[in-house]
Every structure is written in C-alpha cells, then in structure tokens.
C-alpha cells in the first residue's frame, strides 16, 4: 500500500478552463426546463461559475486532509481513504459509492462517523472508516481489463479489509455500492458483521403482481417503472455501448458536467436545481473526479460488465431472492430517492432485516444531501447490531 496525494498538475486546469471557455452551446426548445434534459441557461450559469468562482485548489486541499492510498488488488489500482476513529473500539465501516457518485458524497460525514466525541455523539459509536473509489472511477480508474463486475469488486473489498486488518467490519452503500455490500455480506460473512444499504430494488421477480400488496406498496413499485420508461436510457447506453460514450464526455467537459448534474438534480430531493439538496462545490468536486482522471469511459464500463443483472436488460433479471443472507441487514428509505423498497418483499428475498428506518427528507445521495440523517441511521444500524451480540 502506498500513501496517495491529489496533486493535479496546473497544465490540466489550464486546459480545463480553455476548454470551458470554447465551449459550444446547443440549441433548445423554448420553454421546455428539464423535460428534454438539462436546460441550457442552467447549464451555462452552472459552467461560468465552475470556471471562474470554483476553486480546486481548495477542494483538493479538503481531499488530502484524509488519509488516502492506493494498493493493486486483482491486478489493478485501487485508490481509498482510510480514516482510523480515535477511540480504540471502534467498528470498521467500508462504504461503497455508486455512479455518477465519488468517495465526495461521504467527506461531509466522515468527521461524525469517525469521531462522534467530537461532533456531540456516543463514543461507542465510532467507526473506522475506509472509502474506496471503484475500480474504473476516478483515481481507481481506469481497469486495465475487462470483467470488473459486481462479484469480482466485492472480492477485492474482501482482500482490502484483510490487509487492513479489520477482521470484522460493517458494510454499507447506495446505488451501486449497495448491490455490492450485499454481495460481499454473503461473500465475506465470515468478516462482515452487518449490511446497511439506503437503496434497494425489491421489485425484480414479478413482486409487482404479488396480491398481498397495499396501495402505498404498489405507488413504490411504479416509481420504478416510471425510472424506466423515463430516466433509464443513460443506463441503456452504459450497459451498451460504454466505449461510444466515452469519446463525447472524455472530450467535452460540458458534457460530463451535463451528464452528472442530470442525475443529481433527477435524483435528489431537490425542487428546481440539484443544488437545492447539494452543495455547488461539493457537486462540482464530483464532477472533477471523472473529469481530471479521464474516467467517464471506465466507469459506464461497469454497466457493461453488468448488463443482464439490470432492469433495463431484454432478459429478465434474476429474483431477488437469493436464499438467506448469512448476516443482518439495515435498510435506509430516503423519500426522494429514484425507487423505494416495499417492506415486505424485501423480507421475503432478505429473511435477516434488522433495521427498517423511513426518514423524512433526502434521496439517492443521502450522506451528500442528509450528512446528520445519514450519520444517525448508521449509528442506530450498529447499536441494533450490538443488542443481536454482533
């Protein structure tokens, strides 16, 4: 393992702002907001304020105040933080992110979690913490292969535990990173003591013609067939051709602006604008993590690699029941999210759901937009742990 910095070179931001500053605008129609995507006003305002208000350079300071590495694992890099808690006892807590998200959706919570003395918490709930990027974002990025799907990530999160020592961890992610925790729940069960996730499809398997389902059950499975019919076609065009993709948002860093800022403003609860429920910058230093390690491409792989396991695949995906999984499990429902778990088909395919919380405010990005909320369900996941003996 070696120590890693964020140092990216003046050369880079240099040609960033050229860039920004010959960038061509399209065409939209009049008055249609977002409804054809992201509107052109927003976007130019959004883009003047990236090149002449954000400061990377303060954003890349807040970066290395964490402890950051990078190891091989698998045969290629895998860049994390790793921030040990001051207290003695505490549980190792790996948390995986998703797409278009970054180890910049936990910065906001990685003081809490940590070091809950010192933010007005419980010592005995004090987390170490490690953050990875998945392999092919970001500073883990790019694979030098192909096959990095969910399976083979969880495997590695397995080994980077191991060599850090935590023998016995916590698991938690959303979007992605929550079908990888689970993964890696049965995986490594030997190790994990409990998954947390706050995003859960439960509606694969034909659960939406289940006849012991009430209304409110039934609204959250149309969320996700209204995802599919409308918002799904970025996840068309990753799980298919990644490689296409890549050249227009490697190229254009209005692009790549675009096509994040969509799915922050799509699944947040925001009203008008995605920084409604996010911080510019914050949104921005996401952003900049595709855009100066060149991973736009690499990371839409993973879709790739994932195809048939995805709602928007040709072939059913498989049930989501797959047997018992041999640790508990917590489950995070934020309102706002993109589709939202319905409780009881969600105990039919996880038999060992130890905590169930429906929180009041946030979507897709819940530790980014509700640090505080965030932070209390994992504690709570973790005490509800303690009391089984875990």
């Known amino acids: 393992m070696e120590p890693f910095r964020v140092d990216v070179p003046q050369a880079a931001l240099d040609d960033l702002n050229r860039r920004l500053d010959d960038a061509r605008w399209p065409a939209e129609v009049p008055g249609a907001g977002w409804d054809r995507g992201v509107p052109v006003e927003y976007l130019r305002e959004l883009a003047g304020y990236w090149r002449t208000r954000y400061d990377w ?12 590495f990078t190891t091989d694992i698998d045969g290629t890099r895998v860049h ?19 797409w278009p ?11 809490p979690l940590t070091d809950p003395r010192a933010h007005g918490g419980d010592p005995a709930d004090a987390f170490h913490l490690v953050l990875p990027s998945l392999p092919g ?23 980077l535990m191991r060599r850090l020592g935590h023998e016995r961890y916590v698991v ?26 706050n995003f859960l499809d439960t509606a694969q398997g034909g ?27 970025y996840m068309s065009l990753q799980a298919t051709r990644p490689q296409t993709l890549s050249y227009a948002l490697t190229d254009s860093p209005i692009g790549q602006l675009a096509w994040i800022v969509e799915k922050f403003r799509e699944w947040s609860d925001s009203d008008k604008v995605p920084e409604d429920a996010v911080d510019r910058d914050d949104l921005l230093t996401n952003v900049m993590l595709y855009w100066l ?45 993109l589709a939202k778990p319905v409780r ?11 905590h169930w919380s429906e929180l009041e405010r946030g979507g897709h990005f819940a530790a980014m937009e509700e640090p505080d909320l965030f932070v209390a369900d994992l504690r709570a996941f973790r005490r509800a742990l303690r009391l089984r003996g875990a």
């Open 172 to 197: 938690q992610g959303g979007d992605i990173g929550a079908w990888i925790s689970l993964v890696l729940a049965g995986l490594d069960s030997e190790h994990v003591v409990g998954a947390h996730v």
């Open 57 to 68: 350079r303060a954003a890349e300071a807040r970066l290395n105040a964490f402890p950051q």
């Open 80 to 98: 994390f933080v790793h921030v040990r808690s001051p207290e003695p006892d505490a549980t190792p807590l790996l948390i995986t992110h998703g």
């Open 344 to 354: 009881r088909l969600a105990d039919r395919a996880f038999s060992s759901i130890v």
């Open 137 to 159: 974002f970001g500073f883990s990025g790019p694979t030098p292969e192909a096959g990095w799907g969910v399976g083979r990530i969880a495997g590695a999160w397995a080994e």
């Open 101 to 111: 998200g970054s180890i910049v959706e936990f910065l906001r919570v990685a003081g």
């Open 293 to 337: 390690t060149a991973t736009a491409g690499s990371s839409a792989q993973f879709y790739f690699e994932m195809a048939g396991f995805l709602p928007t695949s040709p072939v059913p995906p498989p049930p989501a029941d797959q047997g018992p999984l041999p640790v508990p499990v917590g489950v995070a429902v934020y309102p706002a999210d």
């Open 207 to 233: 659960a939406a013609a289940s006849a012991d389902l009430t209304e409110d059950d039934r609204g959250r499975l149309r969320l996700l067939d209204d995802f599919l019919e409308h918002g799904s076609a």
